[in-house]
């Protein structure tokens, strides 16, 4: 049961942190706070287009993400060549 319960708390502060990133991209245009979440992830942050990107494309996907960003995330993605 303790594993349980600590998995779900990892899961909620991945969705916590993934989020904050995604928002601070897509409504900010602020790329650092997706740079500092991709790193934490152990992943190597590639070129800010990309990064942005990846931003968009995870707005488009994510549930609970308004309907004005995702739809400002589609327009993104189909300018800079991207599918959604």
Known sequence: MR????Y???IKDFIKRRDAA???????????PMREFVKSEGIEPGADR???????????NICNMPAGLKAKSKIW???NGFKY
């Open 77 to 79: 993605l189909e300018e």
């Open 8 to 10: 779900r708390a990892q």
């Open 22 to 32: 995604v928002l601070a991209a897509v409504r900010d245009n602020n790329i650092e």
């Open 3 to 6: 594993a349980k319960r600590k």
């Open 50 to 60: 990309a990064l942005y990107a990846t931003a968009h494309k995870y707005c488009c």
